[in-house]
């Protein structure tokens, strides 16, 4: 059973930083791509980074610059390091994995929330 345990949210000032985990259990983790995604309430699901199984990266537009996705596969873990945080920014954020054969991330954590104040 795939398990994905997100931790490191939390309330920060505009223009600080934040690092996000995403643990997991039950999955080959290196044959993983990872994801971050968000969701504001009433809003889209919005893509916030993706690593593919051998390092390549993908981030949203409105990350860009701001945002760093990285795993390290020796524990299992996926991270995104958050800088220059802004308060839009603030939502729940996601993490999910996708096998290397698949189209779709379907495992998905819990979620942790970030709040950016002004």
């Known amino acids: 059973q795939v398990q994905l345990i997100e931790s490191g949210g939390g309330l920060v000032q505009a223009g600080g930083s934040l690092r996000l985990s995403c643990s997991t259990s039950?999955?080959?983790?290196?044959?993983?791509?990872m994801g971050w995604f968000r969701q504001a309430s009433g809003k889209q699901r919005e893509l916030v980074a993706t690593?593919?199984?051998?390092?390549?990266?993908n981030y949203g537009d409105s990350v860009k610059g701001r945002f760093t996705i990285s795993r390290d596969n020796d524990v299992g873990t996926a991270y995104l390091q958050m800088n220059s945080l802004k308060p839009e920014d603030t939502t729940v954020y996601y993490c999910?994995?996708?096998?290397?054969?698949?189209?779709?991330?379907?495992?998905w954590g819990q979620g942790t929330q970030v709040t950016v104040s002004s």
């Open positions: 690593i593919t199984s051998n390092g390549g990266t």
């Open positions: 039950g999955v080959i983790f290196a044959r993983y791509a």
């Open positions: 999910a994995a996708r096998p290397y054969y698949g189209q779709t991330f379907d495992n």
